[in-house]
């Protein structure tokens, strides 16, 4: 199942892992799968897995000891494109009449597995407005603290800043199959569902450590 493309409507499982076990999880319903390019989405209502410590506070950071908690999506939901080989994917946060953002996630690339993917979040993040104009480069911080924490290391802190400098010129070379005009005003299809998380999801061996 998993070296199959998956088809529209169909839901699948997607993980970030952390030392070898999930640390968030997210229920997809896939969009297209080119084999090379595979665009998902959260529609509203999917609940998926944010982390949390042990005492039920929201954490963003794998250090330590590490629980979930429900959480719903809200408004009109969000695209996620995934692309071979590439060191991020996009989420493309859906709007009223338009896009709300265009969103660069670092993080590993991703890997099939027999319930979804899996990947690993690697703290930074670049967000650009609608109309793609200046990005404006989020949560730095949490890379210093990983590297402080000693979760990264800073050669490869340096490599996921790098890897965001690509992913902006790439955006502004125009060479972007995952920010297309076509998401501005799109919306899954009714018949496609809410998706939940593959039973097992927790548990099953990762695909990224």
Request: glycine share 10%; net charge negative.
């Amino acid at each position: 199942m998993s070296a199959e493309r998956w088809r529209p409507g169909d839901h699948i499982t997607g993980r970030s892992i952390w030392f070898g076990r999930p640390f968030a999880a997210w229920p997809f319903v896939v969009v297209e799968d080119r084999g090379d390019v595979l665009a998902v989405c959260i529609p509203t209502g999917g609940v998926w897995k944010r982390p949390t410590d042990l005492e039920g506070n929201d954490i963003r950071l794998p250090h330590g000891e590490w629980s979930f908690r429900d959480d719903a999506w809200y408004g009109p939901g969000m695209v996620r494109v995934y692309i071979a080989g590439a060191a991020h994917s996009v989420l493309v946060f859906l709007g009223d009449g338009d896009v709300s953002r265009w969103y660069i996630n670092l993080e590993a690339p991703f890997a099939r597995t027999a319930i979804g993917i899996d990947s690993r979040d690697q703290h930074l993040d670049i967000v650009f407005p609608p109309d793609l104009g200046e990005p404006r480069w989020k949560d730095e911080d949490e890379l210093d603290q990983a590297v402080a924490y000693g979760s990264m290391t800073a050669e490869e802190a340096a490599e996921v800043r790098a890897e965001g400098e690509r992913a902006v010129a790439w955006v502004r070379r125009g060479d972007r199959p995952a920010i297309d005009d076509r998401w501005r005003r799109w919306r899954p299809l009714p018949e496609w569902g809410i998706p939940t998380l593959a039973p097992g999801w927790e548990t099953l061996p990762p695909a990224v450590e």
